[in-house]
T-cell receptor, first 112, second 109 residues
Framework: IAGITQAPTSQILAAGRRMTLRCTQDMRHNAMYWYRQDLGLGLRLIHY???????GKGEVPDGYSVSRANTDDFPLTLASAVPSQTSVYFC???????????FGPGTRLTVL | GQNIDQPTEMTATEGAIVQINCTYQ??????LFWYQQHAGEAPTFLSY????GLEEKGRFSSFLSRSKGYSYLLLKELQMKDSASYLC??????????FGAGTTVTVRA
């Protein structure tokens, strides 16, 4: 089934630990995105990639890094997790940059 | 950047109509979008307005007034499955997409 898969579905993490959230899409979309969703704040863009090999910073990039080695995968890494990074993380993709994003199922991350 | 406001919560009865308002301030405008998000799930695209007026899609309609920085999503003949959050999103002149905090609609029998 075409779409986006994210792993893990949920995770509880100790502060200071390193964590990578995985995202894979099989739609051959060029652009991919990472959003975080927090109650009362809506979806905020963390990082994006318009095409394989390129990445850019979104609205809230601090504490996160991404890579885009190929078209399908777009992992998000928290180098040293902090409690304020507790959130639901959505990976998304679109056929081209500036097209509307299609969202993955999300990862619920709790940092203690 | 964008400033997008929508009510936090709304409650309505099955079979009724609910109107969710969204006001925005943006640097340039390249479209307004509505997404539906059921609890614990991903947002899914509902509707798109780029010109003023009403766009109808079955039981859902979306209206836009660019001069007023205003949109609404109208849900008719409400069903229990319409209980969800509805996100208003605006795309600016640079095609940056920004989301409102969402409106949680609860449909009661």
């Amino acid at each position: 089934i075409a779409g986006i898969t994210q792993a893990p579905t949920s995770q509880i993490l100790a502060a200071g630990r390193r964590m990578t959230l995985r995202c894979t899409q099989d739609m051959r979309h060029n652009a991919m995105y990472w959003y975080r969703q927090d109650l009362g704040l809506g979806l905020r863009l963390i990082h994006y990639s318009n095409t394989a090999g390129t990445t850019g910073k979104g609205e809230v990039p601090d504490g996160y890094s991404v890579s885009r080695a190929n078209t399908d995968d777009f992992p998000l890494t928290l180098a040293s997790a902090v409690p304020s990074q507790t959130s639901v993380y959505f990976c998304a993709s679109s056929e081209r940059a500036h097209d509307l994003p299609f969202f993955g199922p999300g990862t619920r991350l709790t940092v203690l | 950047g964008q400033n997008i406001d929508q009510p936090t919560e709304m409650t309505a009865t099955e079979g009724a109509i609910v109107q969710i308002n969204c006001t925005y301030q943006t640097s340039g405008f390249n479209g307004l979008f509505w997404y539906q998000q059921h609890a614990g799930e991903a947002p899914t695209f509902l509707s798109y307005n780029v010109l003023d007026g009403l766009e109808e899609k079955g039981r859902f309609s979306s209206f836009l007034s660019r001069s007023k920085g205003y949109s609404y999503l109208l849900l008719k003949e409400l069903q229990m499955k319409d209980s969800a959050s509805y996100l208003c999103a605006v795309r600016d002149r640079d095609y940056k997409l920004s989301f409102g905090a969402g409106t949680t609609v609860t449909v009661r029998a």
